[in-house]
């Protein structure tokens, strides 16, 4: 699912480093939503992935210029809200030594729980993984990014980014069997 670059963003970006806010708008409303759903299931919090987004757009407002390529900023940005991400998670544990979680009760004759079993089971499974395992899965399959892109982002071989989506998997699988 790798999105083309549009017509448009080079000239985007260009404005955008050359300090046009309007244009640097025009950013954040292509790529909002995108990274925002990949830095929720690093989080696993909406908070701390909203705080994680907004870091990256401030990095992203500062570093722009260091995009060579128009091609390059989407993997760019997915890249620092990834780091952003993991950086709020060691924030929030060295902030917090217990946290309790409660969940509250479905409303009376709301959906039937068995519905969502395998939902839960996934999500209990992916929490179970650290927050760059969470990161690599999110990148390859919300963000589309194939082995090649994302060895340039997590410093592996193609290869080795294969093999380790694939032991992640296989781990997912067993854990859901």
Do not use: H
């Not at 990949?38 to 990256?56: G, K, Y």
């Amino acid at each position: 699912m790798i999105q083309a670059v549009d017509a448009e963003l080079p000239l985007t970006l260009a404005s955008a480093v050359a300090g046009d806010d309007v244009a640097f708008a025009r950013i954040v409303a292509r790529y909002q939503e995108e990274l925002f759903a990949i830095a929720v299931i690093i989080c696993r919090d909406r908070a701390l992935a909203e705080e994680a987004v907004q870091s990256t757009w401030a990095i992203a407002w500062r570093k722009l210029g260091s995009i060579r390529s128009p091609e390059r900023l989407r993997p760019w940005l997915v890249s620092v809200m990834a780091n952003e991400a993991r950086q709020q998670l060691r924030k929030r544990r060295r902030r917090m030594s217990i946290e309790f979680v409660a969940d509250t009760l479905p409303a009376p004759g709301g959906p039937d729980p068995a519905t969502g079993v395998a939902g839960l089971d996934l999500r209990a499974a992916l929490e179970r993984l650290g927050p760059d395992d969470r990161a690599l899965l999110a990148m390859r399959y919300v963000a589309g990014f194939d082995s090649t892109e994302l060895s340039a982002i997590v410093g592996l071989t193609p290869a080795g980014v294969r093999t380790r989506l694939k032991r992640l998997l296989g781990r997912l699988r067993r854990e859901l069997d």
